[in-house]
């Protein structure tokens, strides 16, 4: 730990700590004992003793954790490391990051948003020493050596890290480290590779066969047959697997899966829980289909099913090392699939009740969900999400959220992809960081929710999708540093993914201007624009637009009522026109990036009304309308324009004629303005990925 001048090379220390290992194993033990410790604090340049009375004192652990491998940690030690972190804000107490997605350098970035490193920081510098960025670079730089070199993702490794902790770590003098522990293992087979260009097939199927259709009644499998009619999925390339039936709805049937006269892009599978093992070994056996889906729940939620249900697992697994690679298997516990681009869909639900209006023009997101009621629900709420693909995972028997991910992630015409995650497979958590990092690095966004936030919430998750919840905390920092945007909730999930699907090509910054013609929401943009970890920024208005404004402001003889700044009061006896011509006023400063502007639609000078018996005419139909005039400034602006609708059931029709012609609209100014800032804070960072990465 002293500075990099001084400290033998990292190759060294990791072969010592092979060594350390091996006599280690040799001895029976999976821990280094005292003497070892001693040996192995050494080979950092520091010594196993006591620091400095007052001196800062950190924590710096290395972590082999069940979702994402190896996991380096660094932040407060001692007595602070032991307070809860939830007396500190987000990235304060500690932060956490990926090995496998990180350098020394990129670690000590996060590193000095810790109270710990500010602490250290404000310690160098009134004693009049340099800061300790240096030596904090070389030892995280030798603890990723470490954990690169003895990780499971290292086919070499003979051993592999569970847990490295130092703790009460200082830097006042000579390096020291008061407590020390060191536990390894045996590498831990995984699971075989997916054949994932096998997803193209479910997604795009020329052939779909069904199991599970009734011929006289209207169960999962025949509502299913009815959706994919329905969707314009030709009965000619649909096939129904059921003995004794010759046709149902005017599709064809066959005896068997050894019937068919060609192999299956898709099988659709309906039946019972209990008949799913038999039909799988048939499926594997006949090597009849390409993808499946397994719509059946049961398969591993509950303590009886758990133990056939990863049987099963084991059995699809082992067909991957056959020749072709198998079929890929999407769910069990699965809703099914809406693929625009497919011509399909083969959700349960009848479409009756879940219509899919196209909202946009093109579709260019993805919606992927472990739960499907979560995307039902989204979907049912925001029809301007407005997806090309929907896929509902379940319980991941086969394919993950790291296989889907990596699959999208390289997958053009996709700009946004927002998921739902209840918890990860063994080790998928990285595989998904890693399609994160390789989905931001295309130019793509992901928005990530993941539920069981709670002990409480984490214990209704494996009754759902038979999935182990995992820590928030890590779960957060990790995806936040491959460059994912995660939302703490279900409406800002909606938030999120909504506002980064409008504004993706757009340019983004961190001046905000805010327009309103209420008093209270120009002030309510302004207090709304910091997260817990980012902030943007009011911009100064230049001279040319404040006269600009004023200008405007004086042609309806409003300038004696507004003073211009940023946030501007515009008045309520502001039209529609007097709307946009201060946005364009605002949007055209150089020294503004984006606009939150409140439209005002309770205002009587703005026609907001489908229909007005006050004033016949002056209502949505009017040219002159915000409805009609924003649409065209917010498509050739390169800024972000947020507009606010706030205002009753009255204004539904006023926000959903913005929305439909692309104008980001949010019903409440606060919650617009934290949208913008959240997705600023996620550009920004992305744009740094992807400049560190060139």
């Not at 199927?205 to 199991?211: L, T």
């Not at 709670?454 to 995806?479: K, W, Y």
């Not at 909606?494 to 506002?499: E, H, K, N, S």
């Not at 209502?619 to 507009?643: C, E, F, M, N, W």
Request: aromatic letters at 6%; glycine letters at 10%; proline letters at 5%.
């Amino acid at each position: 730990m002293n500075d990099r001048t001084t400290i033998s090379p990292g190759d060294a220390l990791n072969a010592a700590t092979g060594d350390l290992f091996r006599q280690a194993a040799a001895d029976g033990r999976d821990a280094l004992n005292a003497d070892e410790l001693q040996r192995f604090v050494a080979s950092f340049g520091a010594a196993l003793a006591e620091g400095v009375p007052g001196g800062v004192d950190l924590r710096i652990a290395l972590e082999n954790t069940r979702e994402f491998g190896m996991i380096l940690t660094a932040g407060a030690g001692g007595l602070d490391g032991a307070l809860d972190r939830a007396n500190f804000r987000k990235d304060r107490a500690a932060v956490s990051a990926s090995v496998d997605l990180t350098d020394a350098a990129d670690f000590l970035r996060l590193f000095r948003r810790t109270v710990a490193y500010q602490k250290m920081a404000a310690l160098a510098q009134r004693d009049g020493r340099r800061a300790p960025d240096p030596v904090l670079e070389f030892c995280f730089g030798l603890m990723l050596g470490l954990g690169r070199e003895f990780s499971a993702q290292n086919p070499q490794a003979g051993f592999v890290i569970r847990y490295i902790e130092l703790d009460q770590v200082q830097f006042a003098k000579k390096p020291t480290v008061g407590v020390a522990r060191v536990e390894f293992g045996k590498p831990v087979a995984g699971r075989l590779p997916r054949p994932l260009h096998k997803i193209d097939k479910l997604i795009h199927p020329q052939s779909i066969g069904i199991v599970g259709v009734s011929a006289s009644g209207m169960n999962f499998g025949r509502i299913i047959l009815k959706n994919l009619m329905g969707s314009g999925y030709a009965k000619d390339r649909l096939t129904i697997i059921r003995p004794g039936e010759t046709e149902i709805d005017g599709v064809r049937c066959v005896e068997s899966l050894r019937a068919l006269p060609a192999k299956l892009d898709l099988l659709i599978v309906a039946v019972p829980n209990d008949a799913v093992y038999a039909l799988v070994d048939e499926i594997i056996e006949s090597d009849a289909v390409e993808s499946v889906m397994l719509i059946p729940g049961g398969l591993g939620e509950t303590a009886k099913s758990r133990e056939p249900a990863a049987a099963l697992a084991a059995k699809i697994n082992a067909a991957h090392a056959n020749p072709g690679g198998g079929p890929v298997f999407l769910g069990a516990n699965c809703l099914g699939v809406v693929s625009h681009p497919g011509g399909y869909d083969s959700w349960f639900i009848p479409l009756e009740r879940l219509p899919k209006p196209q909202k946009k023009a093109q579709r260019n997101s993805v919606m992927l969900s472990q739960s499907g009621a979560f995307m039902i629900t989204r979907i049912s709420q925001n029809p301007w999400l407005d997806p090309a693909y929907m896929l509902a995972l379940g319980n991941q028997t086969d394919l993950t959220h790291g296989d889907m991910l990596n699959f999208f992630a390289e997958r053009e015409g996709i700009d946004t992809l927002g998921i739902y995650i209840e918890g990860f497979k063994d080790g998928d958590g990285l595989d998904f960081a890693r399609a994160v990092r390789k989905a931001v690095l295309n130019g793509k966004q992901v928005v990530v929710y993941k539920s069981g936030r709670t002990d409480a919430g984490a214990g209704g998750v494996m009754g759902h999708t038979a999935s182990i919840a995992g820590d928030p905390v890590l779960f957060e920092a990790v995806l936040r540093q491959a460059g994912a945007i995660v939302a703490e909730d279900f409406n800002t999930f909606d938030d999120l993914f909504y506002i980064a699907g409008a504004l993706h090509g757009k340019k983004v910054g961190k001046r905000l201007g805010a327009i309103s013609g209420a008093g209270f929401e120009a002030v309510g943009i302004a207090d709304s624009i910091a997260t817990e970890t980012f902030s943007l920024e009011m911009g100064a208005l230049e001279a040319a637009t404040v006269e600009r404004v004023q200008s405007i402001l004086a042609a309806k003889r409003l300038d004696a009522l507004v003073e211009v700044r940023n946030p501007i009061d515009i008045n309520p006896g502001a039209d529609d026109g007097v709307h946009l011509q201060i946005t364009e006023a605002f949007l055209d400063d150089p020294d503004i990036d984006a606009v939150v502007v409140g439209l005002d639609p309770t205002a009587p000078s703005i026609r907001g009304l489908e229909t007005s018996k006050l004033r016949p005419g002056y209502d949505l139909s009017d040219p002159q309308g915000t409805v009609h005039i924003y649409p065209p400034l917010a498509a050739r602006s390169d800024k972000p324009v947020i507009g606010i609708v706030d205002g009753g059931s009255l204004y539904d029709a006023m926000a959903a004629k913005l929305m439909d012609q692309g104008v980001c609209v949010f019903r409440n100014s606060g919650r617009g303005t934290k949208a913008l800032a959240r997705y600023v804070e996620a550009r920004v960072e992305a744009d740094a990925i992807r400049e560190r990465n060139k």
